[in-house]
């Protein structure tokens, strides 16, 4: 099975920016959805992002809309997302994950990287 790292936290001031990305150890097929989500201490898998692979088009939900950017590299199948205006709420583990169908819920994707964490220092 193709594994995915990602890779790219750290601790960031509020207001700052992260970059992370995300690797796939085989070829990401045009016909599958990417998507990040991240996990805050106590809280429910939050859909952040997905991307589908072929096409490229982008959708996120109404939190994150306008500050985060999902992108990807198809010759390196490699995952992105740019985060700006960091503030504390988004400290939380980030995780990258691909499955073939779009959904904003984590039970939809079926193959998770290991996670990234992101610390916003307020």
Known sequence: QVQLQACGGGLVQAGGSLSLSCASSGRVYSSAVMAWFRQAP???????????W???STYYPDSVKGR????????????????NSLNSDDTAIYYCASGTELSYSHRSYYNWGRGTLVTVSS
């Open 68 to 83: 985060f950017t999902v992108s990807r590299d198809t010759a390196t199948n490699t995952l992105f997302l740019q985060m």
């Open 54 to 56: 072929g096409r490229g």
């Open 42 to 52: 106590g809280k429910e898998r939050e859909f952040l992002a997905a991307i589908r």
